[in-house]
């Protein structure tokens, strides 16, 4: 990596000047980090790609039929790998939040913010697709930030009118990845390839969500991990001085000082490697800092200088802050056990309550303003009878029919309002009106406890009690 000014890349050279996306007047400073090869980037790359095809093919590939993530605002569904979660899985839904929760926090007292430098959409798609574009099309680091500070020739506008058409291109990808998880491949095909008067709100979905990658990471870019993301601020209370830390070792850097002697001083030789690497702009060598993402280039920058100057790599690695005190670092400590246990109990609650969700979600209510203006009426033959709705859901990936009968009290009947047996398409929620006689004798205080099985065609059956209405005596 060649040796550049700090300055000549946008990094911080004033004391005044206290954040790595501003400067001390508060004008945007724009940020030019030069990519330093190694061991770490050669395996994020390797990880970044397998998460962007990854990304790519989950609204593709189909599991039960379905997506394999499929976010169906619409209908209020959602699917993750052949499992459909509807709007009366609430408790469901509540569980895995919160499992997701518990796991962040588990995972961020134990790793740092590793995810952000690893996994994170923002860094992947912004440090393994835009960012090699912009190298591609506008050359090096140096030479970008020396073209940009320099009046704008016909260059300057040629190059990056190029780069802006392939951010388009590949953010219109994008988009359409994007969008896939909210509706779909099969969805998106039948869009594209009607008359676009029949679905002009599809391509206005699209401008607007191409126009805002292109945005994110043509613009934006660190300020969405510095700024507008709250897993930073989140990072000063989920990390404690045991967790993992990309971590400069002041007591073998320092002091600081160039040239080849070393007497009385440090390994680090102040060359600023770290600090032109950085994607977020920052000095590690200043500590643990929010804007800090766990990506390892300033590790793959300093030992690229370590080598180069003959002394051993690890001058910044990961580590604890408990490690670089030379104290003894606690993988296991009390919150890692609590989030430990928490999480446990959470997955074992959701894993157990999916596993026994019923196939069929049903529930009964009155079907108010039916044109009854009574809870009941009494019918010519003395008995009386209630209108009620059933609520049904097929929470299947297959058709069914189902009946409705009354097994309580003795001498009830139902009379389906509609077919009968009623069919049910997969994920289908129907309601059905039933009108229920009873005999007046099975009122006891103007209650009869009755109950209803309804049986499907698959061979299952469920079984729901409803009080019905009559007279008191």
Same mark, same amino acid.
């Not at 911080?12 to 770490?40: C, F, H, I, N, Q």
């Not at 605002?73 to 509540?94: C, K, Q, S």
């Not at 140096?142 to 590949?170: N, Q, S």
């Given at each position: 990596?060649?040796?550049?000014?700090?300055?000549?890349?946008?990094?911080?050279?004033?004391?005044?000047?206290?954040?790595?996306?501003?400067?001390?007047?508060?004008?945007?400073?724009?940020?030019?980090?030069?990519?330093?090869? *190694?061991?770490?980037?050669? /395996? =994020?790359?390797?990880?970044?790609? #397998?998460? %962007? $095809?990854?990304?790519?093919? @989950?609204?593709?590939?189909?599991?039960?039929?379905?997506?394999?993530?499929?976010?169906?605002?619409?209908?209020?569904?959602?699917?993750?790998?052949?499992?459909?979660?509807?709007?009366?899985?609430?408790?469901?839904?509540?569980?895995?939040?919160?499992?997701?929760?518990?796991?962040?926090?588990?995972?961020?007292?134990?790793?740092?913010?590793?995810?952000?430098?690893?996994?994170?959409?923002?860094?992947?798609?912004?440090?393994?697709?835009?960012?090699?574009?912009?190298?591609?099309?506008?050359?090096?680091?140096?030479?970008?930030?020396?073209?940009?500070?320099?009046?704008?020739? *016909?260059?300057?506008?040629? /190059? =990056?009118?190029?780069?802006?058409? #392939?951010? %388009? $291109?590949?953010?219109?990808? @994008?988009?359409?990845?994007?969008?896939?998880?909210?509706?779909?491949?099969?969805?998106?095909?039948?869009?594209?390839?009607?008359?676009?008067?029949?679905?002009?709100?599809?391509?206005?979905?699209?401008?607007?969500?191409?126009?805002?990658?292109?945005?994110?990471?043509?613009?934006?870019?660190?300020?969405?991990?510095?700024?507008?993301?709250?897993?930073?601020?989140?990072?000063?209370?989920?990390?404690?001085?045991?967790?993992?830390?990309?971590?400069?070792?002041?007591?073998?850097?320092?002091?600081?000082?160039?040239?080849?002697?070393?007497?009385?001083?440090?390994?680090?030789?102040?060359?600023?490697?770290?600090? =032109?690497?950085?994607?977020?702009?920052?000095? %590690?060598?200043?500590?643990?800092?929010?804007?800090?993402?766990?990506?390892?280039?300033?590790?793959?920058?300093?030992?690229?200088?370590?080598?180069?100057?003959?002394?051993?790599?690890?001058?910044?690695?990961?580590?604890?802050?408990?490690?670089?005190?030379?104290?003894?670092?606690?993988?296991?400590?009390?919150?890692?056990?609590?989030?430990?246990?928490?999480?446990?109990?959470?997955?074992?609650?959701?894993?157990?309550?999916?596993?026994?969700?019923?196939?069929?979600?049903?529930?009964?209510?009155?079907?108010?303003?039916?044109?009854?203006?009574?809870?009941?009426?009494?019918?010519?033959?003395?008995?009386?009878?209630?209108?009620?709705?059933?609520?049904?859901?097929?929470?299947?990936?297959?058709?069914?029919?189902?009946?409705?009968?009354?097994?309580?009290?003795?001498?009830?009947?139902?009379?389906?309002?509609?077919?009968?047996?009623?069919?049910?398409?997969?994920?289908?929620?129907?309601?059905?009106?039933?009108?229920?006689?009873?005999?007046?004798?099975?009122?006891?205080?103007?209650?009869?406890?009755?109950?209803?099985?309804?049986?499907?065609?698959?061979?299952?059956?469920?079984?729901?009690?409803?009080?019905?209405?009559?007279?008191?005596?």
């Amino acid at each position: 990596m060649a040796f550049v000014p700090a300055s000549d890349l946008g990094i911080l050279d004033s004391p005044e000047e206290v954040l790595s996306t501003m400067t001390k007047d508060g004008k945007r400073r724009w940020l030019y980090p030069v990519e330093s090869a *190694g061991r770490y980037l050669t /395996r =994020r790359k390797i990880v970044g790609w #397998a998460l %962007i $095809v990854f990304f790519v093919v @989950l609204p593709i590939v189909r599991v039960g039929g379905k997506p394999a993530l499929f976010l169906d605002v619409a209908r209020r569904e959602f699917t993750f790998v052949g499992t459909t979660f509807y709007p009366t899985d609430t408790f469901l839904l509540m569980l895995m939040l919160l499992t997701a929760f518990v796991g962040i926090l588990l995972f961020t007292a134990l790793f740092g913010r590793v995810w952000c430098g690893w996994g994170c959409p923002q860094t992947v798609y912004l440090e393994f697709v835009f960012r090699p574009i912009e190298r591609l099309v506008e050359g090096t680091e140096h030479a970008r930030k020396k073209r940009d500070d320099a009046p704008h020739t *016909g260059e300057w506008y040629a /190059r =990056r009118a190029l780069k802006y058409a #392939a951010y %388009i $291109v590949v953010a219109a990808l @994008l988009a359409h990845t994007f969008v896939a998880y909210f509706a779909s491949w099969d969805r998106l095909i039948r869009w594209m390839t009607g008359d676009p008067r029949d679905h002009w709100g599809y391509f206005v979905l699209m401008a607007v969500t191409t126009g805002l990658i292109v945005f994110d990471f043509a613009i934006f870019r660190e300020q969405m991990c510095t700024i507008a993301c709250p897993y930073a601020r989140l990072q000063s209370v989920l990390v404690d001085p045991d967790s993992l830390i990309v971590a400069y070792d002041p007591d073998r850097g320092e002091p600081r000082g160039r040239g080849k002697s070393r007497d009385g001083k440090g390994d680090c030789i102040d060359c600023f490697a770290c600090v =032109r690497t950085c994607p977020t702009g920052i000095d %590690i060598r200043d500590g643990l800092q929010m804007e800090c993402v766990a990506c390892t280039q300033c590790v793959d920058a300093c030992d690229s200088i370590m080598d180069r100057v003959g002394k051993p790599k690890g001058l910044i690695r990961y580590a604890s802050e408990h490690e670089l005190e030379h104290v003894p670092t606690k993988r296991v400590r009390a919150r890692t056990i609590l989030y430990s246990i928490v999480f446990v109990g959470l997955l074992s609650a959701f894993t157990f309550k999916l596993a026994t969700r019923n196939a069929y979600d049903v529930n009964v209510g009155r079907n108010v303003g039916a044109g009854m203006s009574a809870p009941f009426i009494t019918m010519p033959d003395g008995q009386i009878a209630n209108q009620l709705r059933l609520r049904v859901r097929n929470q299947l990936g297959k058709p069914v029919t189902f009946t409705v009968e009354a097994e309580t009290p003795q001498g009830a009947s139902v009379i389906v309002i509609g077919p009968s047996p009623v069919p049910l398409k997969p994920g289908e929620m129907k309601r059905v009106n039933i009108l229920v006689r009873a005999p007046r004798a099975t009122f006891i205080n103007g209650t009869a406890d009755a109950t209803f099985v309804l049986r499907f065609s698959d061979g299952q059956s469920v079984e729901e009690a409803f009080p019905l209405l009559g007279p008191s005596r």
